[in-house]
């Protein structure tokens, strides 16, 4: 099976995107792999919401994928905070 041509020109569109507004964001704030670090799992769900909030997909996208290279969830449960 594979994935229908347009879904997989939205998933190439949207992955050369993403990699762009990282880049620019790299080069603006000086980020670099301090998504790799291990100690910020509350704060990166933390920027997700924000992020969210704020309406931008590709910033939602980027958390998730933060999120997903961890295996963190992008919620906990009520009184476990973000």
Not at 16 to 33: H, N, R, S
Not at 51 to 73: E, I, N, Q, T
């Amino acid at each position: 099976m594979s994935l229908h041509p347009k879904t997989e020109k939205l998933v190439d569109d949207f992955a050369a995107a993403l990699k762009v507004k990282l880049e620019l964001a790299q080069e603006k704030y000086g980020y670099t792999d301090n998504w790799s670090y291990d100690d910020w799992e509350k704060n990166c769900r933390w920027q997700l919401n924000v992020h969210m909030a704020k309406g931008d997909p590709l910033d939602v996208a980027a958390y998730a994928a933060f999120c997903w290279y961890h295996s963190w969830k992008t919620y906990k449960g009520i009184g476990d905070g973000f």
